[in-house]
């Protein structure tokens, strides 16, 4: 991924992992090696009634426990939802086994993605739009919620350990009014640039960061090269940007 991220022309860049610092030293190691800046982060999945709430959380120290703790019960229960997921599969006649999710996820805490792609690779869905429209969207028969963590959570435990915490991804799932709530509740900042946001969207949002004073950050929400349709640095986030967060953080990375 750094290496992509410096064949980009980046000046700098942020790892944000699902739920795990896993990678973090590997890819800090790298930019060093290439001169990039790096700035840690873990991309952290919070939810409210019927929707996700993915939270940005930058330059947090990872020594802290009880995030550590926090991030290592929020991983075990992926794997507890993805093994009901899969449980919901065999009980509607699809004859996926947990093993075919393994083999996707690696040691990786498992997604709905990992589980999408275990289908396609045990020849037992055509596409992954199928998948999600058919039975793992939101309330269809395959989907399972996470175990309820709400958002000021995140942010109180980010904080704690001297982090910033980002809201994902807004222009595509969440409007004005919850942003001005979270912001009551803790939320630092809003991602402005996003592959899915568009122009009017990222005007929205800077007006928006402006009168609340939030911070901004963007990035291409690149999941590898299979899992997503935006390449690394398509976003060209301002390196002020990455500044600001920087002194704001317990570890600025480099």
Not at 35 to 57: C, M, Q
Not at 59 to 83: Q, T
Not at 160 to 179: F, M, N, Q, T, Y
Request: glycine content about 10%; hydrophobic content about 40%; some cysteine.
């Amino acid at each position: 991924m750094v290496r992509h991220a410096a064949s980009a022309g980046l000046a700098g860049i942020s790892l944000t992992d699902h739920d795990t610092f896993d990678g973090l030293d590997e890819a800090a190691e790298e930019a060093r090696r290439l001169g990039l800046s790096f700035l840690p982060g873990v991309e952290i999945s919070a939810n409210e009634p019927n929707r996700s709430v993915h939270i940005l959380a930058y330059g947090m120290d990872r020594e802290n426990r009880d995030l550590a703790d926090f991030l290592s019960a929020l991983s075990s229960d992926r794997v507890r939802r993805a093994r009901e997921m899969v449980q919901r599969f065999r009980a509607l006649g699809v004859k996926l086994d947990y093993e075919a999710v393994e083999r996707e996820c690696g040691r990786a805490a498992p997604t709905r993605a990992h589980v999408a792609r275990a289908l396609l690779a045990e020849g037992l869905a055509p596409d992954l739009d199928v998948v999600f429209r058919r039975w793992l969207g939101r309330g269809r028969p395959a989907f399972v919620e996470k175990m309820p963590t709400p958002p000021a959570t995140v942010f109180e435990r980010v904080h704690a350990a001297g982090g910033v915490a980002i809201l994902a991804h807004p222009g595509r799932s969440h409007g004005e009014r919850e942003i001005v709530r979270w912001r009551a509740e803790g939320l630092d900042g809003v991602e402005v640039l996003h592959p899915l946001n568009r122009n009017n969207v990222r005007a929205r949002l800077q007006s928006l960061s402006r009168r609340l004073g939030l911070l901004r950050s963007g990035g291409s929400d690149w999941h590898g090269p299979s899992g997503y349709q935006a390449a690394i640095g398509s976003q060209r986030v301002p390196e002020a940007w990455m500044e600001t967060i920087r002194e704001r953080v317990a570890d600025p990375g480099f």
